[in-house]
């Protein structure tokens, strides 16, 4: 059996972006074979890879770079991905076919990704702090503890622990989700893009595609047919998938949030300022955020 897997595609960001919609999108696609969900068991269980989760039950998300490439490593995970393909491809040819893995929990991995697969493609996406924010208030609300670490230093990209059995008495709760302060889910959301930001400053415009959000759920038919031009693929557009998005799925945020919330998103936007700016192409999220948060705060207040 062939091992190698030829040019798979990664397609990464934050947790709420809208990794899930757009893998569906492009998993429509004949020449995509996308296996969800997210190979967590596989890159935990087949390459030693730990992603914190109820499925792998692993603890810790660990930041790890090409250094930490282990001895047949890439090897195993190719032919693990193989046959993942077998099991998803339905009528698909896989000899013409491309893996497509959405995993959000690479996001502080991909220096490692890079070099097990060095023809892999990426595809980025993100979208605005405050919907991101909104959205994981509400989905991290379930039975398993997600906990955002302290940072330990600067070189270290943070992504979420788990624990299963309640919260362990020495773990500040402010830090636990469900129930902690908003605040650490926009530092979530920062520290996840600025690492796969300055990892797209590390490979060629070739291998990765930005994909904003919001401009997805405004042209959806636009965005696919750009994003499907860089995988190199016959363009093929899933028009049933397309009529059933939720054009308004942005514009619940502030409904979700509380007054105390949208303060404390505010001065989480104040104290980072304009190095929210250098994270993505259009450069003026500080102005905007801060601007879009004062005056809901105000709004919130009576003002």
Known sequence: MNWKIEKPIFLVGSMRSGTTLLADLLGGHPYIIHCPFELRKVWSKVGNIPMASPKTLDRECPCLKETDVQPGQAVRLSRAFISEMKKNKGRKNMNHAFLLNKNPHLGNKLPLVNALFPDARFIWIYRDMPSVTASLKKILNRKVIH??????????????ECYFNGIPAHLDRNRCFPGGDINYLAEYWYETNKAIS?????VSSDRIFLIKEEELIREPEKVLTDCQAFLGIPINLPTNLIRKIDRNRNDLWSKRLTEIEIFSLLNFVQEYGDSLDFIFPEGNFFSRYNEMLLALNKSERGG
């Open 147 to 160: 906990y955002w670490p302290e940072k330990k230093d600067l070189e270290t990209v943070r992504c979420w």
């Open 198 to 202: 300055d990892f797209s400053h590390s």
